[in-house]
């Protein structure tokens, strides 16, 4: 300020200067009110719902669904391997804390790898009533029918892997609009109720016509699962009606690839080595990797003096190194030979498991000689998918009598046990084994000494829990903050 | 018209008028600034006309000139850092030019008296905050200072650094606690006023630390760098500032003759820590075979032990992966220029070599199976820069700047599989028996588990990146009352990863031995366009009014290219050689547009009042949200100045300050749409796309708003020699972005829901004392303790659209509980006893809690550094140390979990004369399952860690003139991380495991090394 300014000249500069001041002040925040033109941005990597609504779009969601049901025996961890790890037809590998306690039946809620799996199989699940309502709304040119009825075929698929393998009470919950629409807890057998009707539906679609490959191929996809899921109704009679309408050489197959993805059981057994092919674990005596080798589930152990070791050097199995976990109850290096390599298919539904339903049923039923006839069929004349790649089982001898009904309940079993490894059945038939033959426990699950730490490690479970993230859901009651409750966790 | 055309125009249309403002009555002010009580001259000190925009900086003798000032009584200010403010009434009369030199006292306290602000440079003393500055130029000369990284640790009360183990890898920072859930919380990066990435970068997982980008700047470039710690301080950069901003100056041309200047570093760099030993205990079954035992098989009557081995192939010249590395650099600037242009220019080459090593064992398998030794697997470890700085200021007229910031960098960094992954070196370090013969085939491990180091450092991972940043920062001061700002930058990395293992080289694990290469192509553009106006007018000789206003753009661009393949022929390298291709893209953009408007207020030139709002829209915000505003308000107030102030003499400044101000955080690019992904699969021998649904989206999404408010006290007394700062803070993020966790049967692809739930309040404590109790010319002492507390707690995890609250977050020992601390521990306790008297703690023994429960923090809560300074024989010599305490917090010792749990090698899995303890830790985390608890590895990790010590040596006059043309020299010694004091069973508490994430944890790697550096600078 100058000494020579008189007050009034200093007020009017400067009223002056702040009037403009001000001004510029808000004509500047009057301009930088609208942005939103100068932050609009578009990511590539994303596909907006808006671009979809079309024939070809309807025909993207229902192959993504199925892209997601093959996963199922492939890359990550599925019920197919998780079952198997918490059952008797693998131990654990590897070091992770998750592996170890499915293994040791006695699962954590927070499980990582459970969670995982648990949303495969909604994922399929929610994808196929997905599909479904775009293939209604885009109709394809030909083949509708099939495709929808494809569609139904994997969402009961994933309801009743739901149901075997969890505790009682699991959600079915669905998107509308892309906004979430909660399910509550639905008891096993509604669950199994509801599969049945999705079949159902599904067949409805295809009975018009039936004329198409795929219309067959579909519809026997359905009949095998419905047997299934009859089995585990306990209707042994809709189970052996429904199964005898397919044909064993019949196989909806899952194929898989380096490029894509590669058979679950290969890559977790032969490749990262965390999982292990069990031998004799639990009071069933399952030895999958015996040395007495069951031709049915191949293995082999490379290097000198190696059990069928040459089959080891012809697949290219070289690593002799134990695995991580430690197990010393089967030799460390063993192999799995069933998918020998990273593109072998599985056959995941197909004639030979409509084959084991009908001969539970009989057996059921009271007809064991025509359960005993069907499985020396199956023995004499093995379905070829069985080791995919052109290989065939041989070797098989034909199953005598055992007389007893327990021993006959074992033998049907046992022999499915084999014939399906891998495949997602060995868990729910275990829960069968106490649920519908009246068995104890101890009598069917790996329990007392674990065989990786050779000191008491086995827990109690016979279900999985529903993960802690199902927790989310505000229909889900949580038997403590942020763990969901189950109706119960019986077999 | 756009949007940014029409402000444009505006601007435009506001400050022409002004600039057009008839300019009479001018006179012109000269002088030199000089030391009190001698002629020495100050360069680089601030002169400015009080109220206006008038300004310069001395030259190196002292001089300055000022033209264009109004004539009447002005008053003209100095600032200088290390000397006390100094104010002139200056006569101006027309057409005239008024001498008026000043003299600065030095004090003790060195912080720098000017603060860069979003509005641009102000008076420390004005700004309602405490905002922490670092004389990098100066601390260069006392420590051991080699990277960004380096000047920040513990440095500054309330800034937690952790840096990586590796050579050249990244840093986490985190500013007053972690504020967010689920978004980043890294503070964000302004070098030379535009926007630089200053985060780490990692495209293919080595179980380490990733490579840092904070690293590419060169620390002997930069001047200083402020630290704005909340929205109290940073509102006005708006989104993305919650989490704290970073402000980096680098140095600018000091008009003169060229000063040159030449710099080298050669050091070492040691692992000089403590590693565990491996314990075997030998023995047989019951049923004869011989056999590994343990403490539970022995309690159990399962295993009959024998003798005990322990190995240490850390420690074992046949076994170690260690040797020391090397660091070198070398470094040359100049600095000089006229009034109209300055210039400064530098070039620096840096080289460090990490510590580890194939170890000799190795050395002979490799050598008798005929492999050739690659040198890379020799130094999987290295780390290389190379910078090329340019910074020019012009001066176009008086009132017309134009400083231009060039950088240009180039870094390589190699890491291996230094950590806990499958092939990772602490996977199998860690983990082997404790003999160094046990055999793999025929060869020895040489004490490690299933794979050795020259098998897993064939496995190379290498970063090349280019950047370049550039910024133009004009500034134009049309009337002695209006300056205007502008900032135009452009930040460019360009960077290329390589993962890859040849044909029949690296661990056998899965198809590694058919080889593989995976490389990573990305690109990063960051732009920023930012226009401002101050506004500065007096009223009357009490009031000072600053007006600003301006506008910022900021774009961050960033995409990539994966190339993978596998199965490569022998010979092959490269990803078009492979049998089995694959590609993957990205992409992300992130756009943020924001106006300010911030008014001060000076009152007596005491009181200071500012209050600024500023508004900001960003592409990440859901459509149905618009414009969010960002408030803040805040006082400081002189006491000194004022008459009736007692203890003038003593006291220097007694200020209090308090301020309030909101900041926020953007969500992902994405988070706030729905959409469908693609996937593919096999079907009918041919590879088939298809769509999924992946995410929920949320078209309401909108920032998460942190809220902050500050109150302190800063006091300086007796010339500044006692100064004593403390701060109160307590900042709440209130609609919280949260992660919310979408239950599985919805069946969405991402398994997370982002959207505005929570609230989490951060409060505590930061406090600096700086004493200089001795302050002669021949001998100097000084102390300065620098601390802070923090409080976190999530308040609310929200409710969902029912009304029903969101259940807790639970992971495996990590939970988000409401009314607990973000990410803290939660376990199940346990208590334990030797009931059969057998010495041994079997599982059996071991009685664990019903209920999990909160075990502690996972962050310091507690953070005190303290430094030692001595100036010695005339202050030709200066001794530093700093020592640094964090506590209050526990770290997951994973390592010692899993050598108990699955590796079975540590002493109390192994040993029988294991403490009972530590033999119960171990037993509870072999309970089944669902009661198995790893509560006694969460561990109290409290420390003191003698960070820094330095030597440095001015070389006399005398001596340095004896080679022509030498102006100054200077000699360092100094070392980093030479001791530390811990409870912490572990390696090291401050090892920076789970990848710089929020959460630190020591899992199988390697803690920070020790380096020792010899720095000799030249100056002529």
Known sequence: MTTSMTSSTFLSRTASRAARACGLLTLITLSGCKLDGIVKATDPDIIDPAFIQSVSGAEGIRLGTLGRFNANTTGGESMLLYGGLMGDEFTTGDTFTQRIETDQRSLTPENANLTTAYRGIHLVRVGAIQARDALRKFPQPTGNEWRLAEMYFAEAYMIDILAEHFCNGQPLSTLENFQETPSPRIPTDSLYLIAQAKIDSGSALLLPALTTANDVRVRNALLVLKARIAINQGNFTLASTVASSVATTYAWEQEHSLTTRTPGVWSFVNNQRRYIISNNEGPLNMGFANAVQDPRV?????????????????????TTRPFDSGNTAVPNSRYILTWDTDSRNVALVNGMQARLYEVEALNRLGNFAGALAVMNTLRATPPTYVLPGGRTVTGLTPLVDPVSADARRDLIFREKGFWLFGTGHRFGDLRRMMRQYGMTQNQVWPNGTWQISRVPGYSTDVTFPTPAAEANNRLIPQSTPGIPACIDRNA | MSNLRKFVVVILAAIVPFALHAQSGRGGITGRVTETGSTTPIGDVQVNVVGTSIGTMTRADGTYSLRNVPVGTVEVRALRIGYGERKRAVIVKAGQTTTADLALSKVAVQLAPIVTTATGAQRRSEVPNQISSIDVAKLIEEAPITSVADALVSKVAGVSLIGGSSVGSGSRIRIRGQASLSLGNDPIYIVDGVRFNGGNQQAFGTGGAPSGRLNDLNPDDIENIEVLRGPAASATYGTDAATGVIVITTKRGKVGTPRWNFYTEQGSMQDRNVYPKAYTMWGRLTNGTASDCNIQSIASGACRPDSLTTFNLWSDPRSTPLKDGYRNSYGLNVSGGTESVSYYVSAEGEGTSGTLTVP????????????????????????????????LDLKISPTFTLPIRNYFTRSFFRNPQDGNNTTGLGSHAFGGAGTYSRLTGTDTLGGYRLFTPGDIFQQTNELETYR???AVTPSYAPTTWLTTRGALGFDFTSGTETNRCLRDQCPNFGQNRLGFVSTSRTRQFQYTADASATANFSFRDFAEFRSTAGFQFVQVNSDNVNGTTSQLPPGGLTVSQGSVPGSSEGTTIAKTAGYYVEQNLQLWDRLDIVGSVRGDQNSAFGQNFGTVLYPRAGVSYRLQEEKWFPFKQQVNQFRVRGSWGQAGLRPGTTAALPFFAANSYRANGAEVPGLIFQQLGDLNLKPETVTEGEAGLDLNMFNDRLTFTVTRYNKVSK???VSRVVAPSFGTGTTTQSTNLGAVTNKGWEGIVTVRPIDKSYLGFDLTVNGSYNTNNLDDLGRDAAGNPIPPIIGASIRQTAGYPLNGYWQRKYSYSDANGDGLIAVGEIVPD??????GYSAPRTELSTQLGFDLFN????????????????????????????????????????????QARCAAAQLPGALQTFAGYFETADFLRLREIAVTWRVPENLVKVLPRMRNTTITASGRNLASWTKFTGVDPETAGGGLGNVQDEFQITPPLTSFVLRINFGF
């Open chain 2, 360 to 391: 000799q064992f190795e050395l002979g398998r490799l050598s008798r199976n005929s492999v050739a030794t690659d040198s890379r697997w020799l130094n999987p470890n290295d780390y290389a820069r190379q910078g090329l700085r340019a910074n």
């Open chain 2, 735 to 737: 609609d919280a972005i």
């Open chain 1, 298 to 318: 191949p293995t082999c152990q490379p290097g000198t003096g190696g059990f069928n070791a040459a089959a080891c050097t012809t697949a290219g199995f070289t």
């Open chain 2, 875 to 918: 202050r030709k010599v200066r001794v530093t140390t700093l020592f640094d305490y964090r506590g209050g917090y526990l770290v997951d010792n994973t390592t010692e979990r899993f050598r108990c749990q699955t590796r079975v090698n540590s002493r109390e899995r192994v040993d029988p004369t294991a403490p009972l303890d530590r």
């Open chain 2, 468 to 470: 370049y940043n550039g």
């Open chain 2, 850 to 855: 019903t209920n999990i429960s909160f075990l």
